[in-house]
């Protein structure tokens, strides 16, 4: 990342002081959330909350067109100097004092989290954060407290053989990632121990290009056969509110792309009520009594949830906000602010699943192939549909979609709302058929 060091950040500081004192309303600082995505900035309207944002590295904001919610925008350089950036936050904190700080963006989960420490400021604790981080602290806790965790390997340091070694007696096949990961970037299966010695160094290959990282450490874990569920919750005061339990489809890999999400699910109860236990005591043993959580699962054998991924933040950079509130009538974006500026929610605390109000849904157009793109076809269609409220495109007719294991991000998502998860599945299945992307070759730059 460059061009973000203290220099310009008085810079943006300078550009937005007429913006004057925070009077009485409290001021959040949120780390790396992409201007285009509406959700959080209008949260923090109707909470009556001040932003300030820290562009995203690869994203250009205006100081003159500023997202809903934001009053001034702070430059900091987390990755590449993140003593530097928690200076630079001190020193914006001594100068005027800001009540809280978070992100959307799982990578800064714990360095919000340690700001937030070295400032007294509300938050989960650096050690918390890193234990919904990073996949291996993840998987010794939830084991560690008797949840259902698959058997797993690390892979770390400058020998892989020790670990390869172990990770050849789990039952296969087996799934390779990044302890560090997201967006399922590197995620890959292996279908047998002699296939895996081949996949590790693939990962390591896609560590290396896109997480900057070689000797990134890796987590092998067993294989969970069986449909994946995301699940939204608010913890406050160590009371976990489920707000909405959604079907995400079942990728079998090797590579695995988001495809789709609906809630509210539509599993026997004695299913969901054992999600909903496994999540709740997941918060407690990560230690997450505070905020928001976004949770993946799969249930093992069509039955028995198994986590993937617990992150303390709002999913999916807030579309998880638009999916929850309109299934459980709660307005998670709003309330996670409250709590990140040492508020109270201003809705029922109470833990358990919420009964839902409504039925929501995000399609994620799948890529489809790779090369340059010519065109992404029925868009305009669905633009037009009562059901539909956004429309986010990431990639245009020029972009390059390389190849996977590389992952160069989802064409776009089709967030709607529907009478019944019934409804939701029919109107992806005409999406699947309707909206394509187009390419000029295959694998051509
Ligand atoms: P990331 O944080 O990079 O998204 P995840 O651990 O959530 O990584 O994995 C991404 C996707 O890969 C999951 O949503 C799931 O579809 C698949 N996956 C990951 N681990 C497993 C596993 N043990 N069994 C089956 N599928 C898995």
């Given at each position: 990342?460059?061009?973000?060091?203290?220099?310009?950040?008085?810079?943006?500081?300078?550009?937005?002081?007429?913006?004057?004192?925070?009077?009485?309303?409290?001021?959040?600082?949120?780390?790396?959330?992409?201007?285009?995505?509406?959700?959080?900035?209008?949260?923090?309207?109707?909470?009556?909350?001040?932003?300030?944002?820290?562009?995203?590295?690869?994203?250009?904001?205006?100081?003159?067109?500023?997202?809903?919610?934001?009053?001034?925008?702070?430059?900091?350089?987390?990755?590449?100097?993140?003593?530097?950036?928690?200076?630079?936050?001190?020193?914006?904190?001594?100068?005027?004092?800001?009540?809280?700080?978070?992100?959307?963006?799982?990578?800064?989960?714990?360095?919000?989290?340690?700001?937030?420490?070295?400032?007294?400021?509300?938050?989960?604790?650096?050690?918390?954060?890193?234990?919904?981080?990073?996949k291996?602290?993840?998987?010794?806790?939830?084991?560690?407290?008797?949840?259902?965790?698959p058997?797993?390997?690390?892979?770390?340091?400058?020998?892989?053989?020790?670990?390869?070694?172990?990770?050849?007696?789990?039952?296969f096949p087996v799934v390779v990632k990044p302890?560090?990961g997201y967006s399922s970037l590197g995620v890959t299966r292996a279908d047998?121990?002699?296939?895996?010695?081949?996949v590790?160094?693939?990962v390591?290959?896609v560590?290396?290009?896109?997480?900057?990282?070689?000797?990134?450490?890796?987590?092998?874990e067993e294989y969970l056969d069986g449909p994946e569920f995301a699940v939204?919750?608010?913890?406050?005061?160590?009371?976990?509110?489920?707000?909405?339990?959604g079907y995400k489809g079942e990728p079998v890999g090797p590579y695995f792309e988001e495809s789709v999400y609906r809630a509210?699910d539509?599993?026997?109860?004695?299913?969901?009520?054992?999600?909903?236990?496994?999540?709740?005591?997941?918060?407690?043993?990560?230690?997450?009594?505070?905020?928001?959580?976004h949770t993946e699962l799969r249930l093992r054998g069509g039955?028995?949830p198994y986590l993937l991924e617990?992150?303390?933040?709002?999913g999916g950079?807030?579309a998880?906000?638009?999916?929850?509130?309109?299934?459980?009538?709660?307005?998670?974006?709003?309330?996670?602010?409250?709590?990140?500026?040492?508020?109270?929610?201003?809705?029922?605390?109470?833990?358990?699943?919420?009964?839902?109000?409504?039925?929501?849904a995000n399609y994620i157009v799948p890529c489809g192939g790779h090369?340059?793109?010519?065109?992404?076809?029925?868009?305009?269609?669905?633009?037009?549909?009562?059901?539909?409220?956004?429309?986010?495109?990431?990639?245009?007719?020029?972009?390059?979609v390389?190849p996977y294991p590389d992952f160069t991000g989802y064409p776009?998502f089709?967030?709607?709302?529907?009478?019944?998860?019934?409804?939701?599945a029919?109107?992806h299945a005409?999406l699947e058929?309707?909206?394509?992307?187009?390419?000029?070759?295959?694998?051509?730059?």
């Open positions: 990342m460059t061009g973000t060091g203290p220099a310009e950040a008085l810079t943006a500081e300078a550009l937005t002081a007429e913006a004057g004192p925070a009077g009485a309303r409290p001021t959040l600082v949120l780390v790396f959330q992409r201007a285009g995505l509406p959700w959080v900035f209008e949260a923090a309207e109707r909470a009556g909350i001040d932003l300030v944002l820290v562009p995203r590295p690869d994203e250009e904001v205006r100081a003159d067109r500023l997202p809903p919610g934001v009053v001034e925008l702070l430059p900091l350089d987390p990755d590449g100097d993140r003593a530097g950036a928690l200076e630079l936050l001190r020193a914006r904190h001594a100068a005027r004092p800001f009540q809280g700080i978070t992100t959307l963006y799982d990578p800064m989960v714990p360095f919000v989290a340690e700001a937030a420490e070295l400032l007294g400021l509300p938050g989960i604790g650096h050690d918390t954060a890193l234990g919904a981080q990073d291996r602290l993840m998987r010794e806790r939830l084991a560690a407290a008797g949840l259902n965790v058997g797993f390997v690390r892979i770390e340091g400058p020998d892989p053989e020790p670990g390869l070694a172990a990770a050849g007696r789990l039952g302890a560090h047998s121990p002699a296939a895996l010695r081949d590790v160094a693939e390591r290959r560590c290396a290009e896109k997480l900057d990282d070689p000797a990134a450490a890796l987590v092998v939204e919750s608010l913890a406050y005061g160590g009371e976990v509110r489920v707000l909405s339990v509210p539509t599993l026997p109860a004695a299913v969901r009520e054992a999600v909903v236990r496994e999540v709740t005591a997941a918060h407690a043993a990560l230690g997450i009594g505070e905020g928001p959580t039955h028995t617990m992150g303390a933040r709002i950079s807030g998880s906000h638009y999916v929850a509130s309109h299934v459980s009538g709660t307005d998670l974006a709003a309330e996670a602010l409250r709590i990140a500026v040492g508020g109270a929610p201003s809705s029922s605390a109470a833990g358990g699943l919420a009964a839902p109000v409504g039925a929501a090369g340059r793109i010519t065109a992404v076809h029925g868009l305009d269609e669905v633009r037009a549909d009562p059901r539909v409220d956004h429309v986010v495109q990431m990639l245009f007719p020029g972009d390059v390389r776009a089709v967030l709607s709302r529907h009478d019944s998860p019934a409804e939701a029919e109107f005409r058929r309707t909206v394509r992307v187009e390419y000029a070759g295959t694998g051509g730059e």
